[in-house]
C-alpha cells in the first residue's frame, strides 16, 4: 500500500455557495461608437483639408521661385501639428479596454520617442563621432581607461 493511495483526486469542490460572480450587464455602446466614428472621420477629413492646403502652399512657392531651399526647422506650431497627428492615429489604435491612465502613458511614450528620433535626427554619425572625440580628447590623463588584454 502506498502513501498516496489515500489521496483524493479530482477538482477542489466547494461546499455551499460559490464564488461571487463579477459579471456586469454589457452596455450596448452602439450609439458610443458611432459618434466616436463620426468625430474620427471629421478629424481624418480636418486633416486631409489641411495636408492638401499646404502642398498647394507648396507649390505655389515654387511657382514663384520663393521656397526653393527650405530648412528643416520647424516651427513650434508645426511640432504641435505633428503631435496632434500622432495623438489621431494613437487615438485610432487604441484599445477601447485602456484606462485613461493607459492613454495618457501610451500618449506621453509616443511624445518622447518622437522627441528622441528628432534629437537623433540633428545630427550625422559622423559628427556624432567628431563630438564624442572632441570631448574624450579634452579630458585629463586622468579619466584614461587603462589597456585591458594583451599586448
Not at 113 to 134: D, G, I, P, S
Request: proline residues 4%; charged residues 45%.
Amino acid at each position: 500500500m502506498s502513501a498516496y493511495d489515500t489521496a483524493i483526486r479530482g477538482k477542489l469542490s466547494l461546499k455551499g455557495k460559490g464564488l461571487p460572480s463579477n459579471d456586469k450587464k454589457k452596455r450596448k455602446r452602439r450609439r458610443d461608437e458611432e459618434a466616436r466614428e463620426e468625430e474620427r472621420e471629421m478629424k481624418r477629413e480636418k486633416l486631409e483639408k489641411t495636408n492638401t492646403e499646404e502642398e498647394e502652399q507648396k507649390t505655389k512657392k515654387a511657382a514663384n521661385g520663393e521656397g526653393e531651399r527650405e530648412t528643416q526647422q520647424h516651427t513650434p506650431e508645426e511640432d504641435a501639428e505633428e503631435i496632434d497627428e500622432d495623438l489621431l492615429l494613437l487615438e485610432e489604435e487604441q484599445n477601447p479596454n485602456w484606462t485613461p491612465a493607459e492613454k495618457a502613458f501610451r500618449l506621453a511614450q509616443k511624445k518622447r520617442e518622437k522627441e528622441r528620433v528628432n534629437e537623433r535626427l540633428k545630427f550625422t554619425h559622423r559628427q556624432r563621432m567628431e563630438k564624442l572625440n572632441a570631448h574624450l580628447a579634452s579630458l585629463s590623463e586622468h579619466f584614461d581607461q587603462p589597456r585591458v588584454g594583451p599586448g
